[in-house]
């Protein structure tokens, strides 16, 4: 798996959410590495075509990726500057505009509040005056004791018109005076924004900010170079530890080997609930041919009854019982529930759908931790953390029993996480 990211200088983006900060930075490095021998190897072989005179030919690598230039009318890469363009605006003019239609936008805006408050000046203005006019007209009626109620009637309504027209005109007026404010103000901005451009185009606030933004930055970056830093400290202190065991290596004779010798088992004693039918030892099928990556649940199962059951990935030690930390296909909700009410440092390592082989899911003191092991070659290893190459599943646990998975986190392998149910939740890989 990782031999493919590298190949392909691309991983899938559900597959790198899976891991940890430490392992993309790891991921990273091994990235740039790939990107620099491919860049030296390269170089070396223009330099010798050179000195023998002769033209190297480029390489085109097979990829469904591609981009497509617009040609301008001359056949060569269309290019365009802005304003060097036909019918583009100079520098000056965008930005008078862009000045001027603030400014409108600005005064549009202290206008419409300007004249809601009008609006309501002048609604209360002539709300109170026919409140008080109709009261004097109820009082001289009730004085004079008129008998003509419809002429009062009358009377009223001219009176309530003329006051409508008295207002529609003054709400005319007030608009009138609003748009010539709105224009003036218009001016008046417009103005101030271009002494402001001319003068300076950073204030005060703006150079606090942009200190601010910088002091920030900068802390990124140190937090970055920290922890890239760690990542690269962790992937030397792998290295060298590797050297140490001597478990860098090619090790499929190994697994070959181991194959021949369980080949001569005629059944392995193996009871899923405590009392079951012995299981068949899986030998390899020629006719298997594994997906680029799991695409089912159904897929994920073959691959381990055709791959891994002859590696014996999920036994213990030189025995015919499964090991108590392995767990079947379940989700990383599921992990985490059954190491909910375990201490720090319990582990149990299910089958993953990410990616060809399996996920290490570890109890921390607070939380939980999850680390993916490739098993698409012919070893195990943690993908993007751990460069060292086990022959084994149970080796690889057994290793970190007594050697930390990162510095950072400084993960021992203590207590396994065994089953809780019945059937166990890998009675599908068995069947």
Not at 183 to 195: C, G, H, I, S
Not at 279 to 300: G, H, N, Q, Y
Not at 360 to 379: C, E, N, P, T, W
Not at 401 to 429: F, M, N
Request: glycine residues 6%; aromatic residues 8%; hydrophobic residues 35%.
């Amino acid at each position: 798996m990782l031999q493919q990211i590298l190949h392909d200088a691309y991983i899938d983006p559900e597959l790198l959410a899976e891991l940890s900060d430490v392992q993309k930075y790891i991921l990273f490095y091994k990235l740039r590495e790939e990107q620099l021998r491919r860049w030296r190897e390269r170089e070396a072989q223009e330099a010798l075509a050179q000195a023998e005179g002769r033209r190297l030919p480029k390489t085109k690598r097979v990829s469904d990726k591609h981009i497509q230039w617009l040609l301008g009318a001359d056949g060569e890469v269309w290019v365009w500057i802005m304003g060097e363009g036909p019918g583009d605006k100079p520098y000056e003019e965008i930005s008078e505009e862009l000045i001027t239609e603030r400014a409108r936008l600005q005064a549009q805006r202290e206008a419409k509040e300007l004249w809601k408050q009008k609006e309501a000046e002048i609604t209360k203005k002539f709300r109170d005056a026919l409140a008080n006019e109709k009261a004097r007209i109820l009082a001289e009626k009730w004085k004079v004791e008129m008998e003509d109620h419809k002429a009062a009637k009358v009377l009223e309504e001219r009176i309530h018109e003329e006051f409508k027209r008295k207002e529609e005109e003054e709400r005319k007026r007030g608009e009138e005076q609003i748009c010539l404010q709105e224009e003036r103000r218009a001016k008046e901005l417009y103005w101030t924004l271009k002494q402001a451009q001319m003068q300076s185009h950073t204030s005060e606030k703006e150079e606090r900010e942009w200190e601010e933004q910088l002091r920030r930055s900068k802390a990124a970056d140190e937090e970055r170079s920290r922890g890239a830093q760690r990542a690269l400290d962790e992937y030397r202190r792998h290295s060298l530890r590797t050297i140490q065991k001597g478990t860098v290596a090619g090790l499929s004779t190994m697994f070959q080997e181991l194959g021949q010798s369980h080949q001569q088992e005629a059944r392995l004693c193996h009871h899923l609930s405590g009392s079951g039918p012995t299981l068949p030892l899986m030998v390899p099928l020629r006719a298997w041919k594994r997906p680029l990556r799991p695409v089912s649940r159904a897929v994920i199962v073959q691959w381990f009854k055709e791959e891994q059951l002859p590696r014996r990935a999920c036994f213990e030690r030189n025995t015919a019982s499964i090991a108590p930390w392995f767990h079947g296909i379940i989700t990383r909700e599921d992990a985490e529930d059954l190491l909910e009410n375990m201490t720090e440092g319990a582990f149990l390592v299910r089958v993953s759908e990410k990616i060809w082989g399996y996920t290490l899911s570890y109890r921390m003191q607070q939380g939980f931790k999850h680390f993916l092991v490739d098993a698409s070659g012919d070893f195990y290893s943690f993908l993007g953390v751990d460069p060292n190459r086990h022959a084994t599943l149970t080796d690889l646990i057994d290793f970190h029993k007594e050697e930390i998975i990162t510095v950072s986190g400084g993960e021992l392998l203590q207590e396994p996480c065994g089953q809780r149910d019945s059937p166990p939740d890998y009675h599908l890989l068995f069947e």
